[in-house]
């Protein structure tokens, strides 16, 4: 649906109502969207919310990789300290 800013705000509730049944409410500004409510749920979804790394990590998919390692078996080099 879409709405005009003045009639936006006058119908408020209105547009507000039909946002919350899932169906994006798009507001025009001389024939220019500028806006869209949404309700809550997609706005969450779209958004996403705040994880933490450890979250993150828990809820990333199973990835089981092997990747060759090799290290060198080379002794350190020597560093010479200075007073």
């Known amino acids: 649906m879409r709405?005009?800013?003045q009639e936006?705000?006058?119908?408020?509730?209105?547009?507000v109502r039909a946002a919350e049944t899932g169906e994006?409410?798009?507001?025009?500004?001389?024939?220019?969207?500028?806006?869209v409510m949404i309700d809550i749920a997609s706005y969450r979804r779209f958004h996403g919310g705040s994880v933490s790394l450890m979250g993150y990590l828990r809820c990333a998919p199973?990835?089981?990789?092997?990747?060759?390692?090799?290290?060198?078996?080379?002794?350190?080099?020597?560093?010479?300290?200075?007073?």
């Open 8 to 15: 936006a705000k006058q119908r408020f509730s209105e547009v």
């Open 3 to 5: 709405w005009q800013v």
């Open 62 to 83: 199973h990835v089981d990789l092997e990747l060759p390692v090799e290290r060198q078996r080379d002794l350190p080099r020597e560093v010479e300290l200075v007073d």
């Open 24 to 35: 994006p409410q798009v507001v025009t500004r001389h024939g220019m969207e500028i806006v």
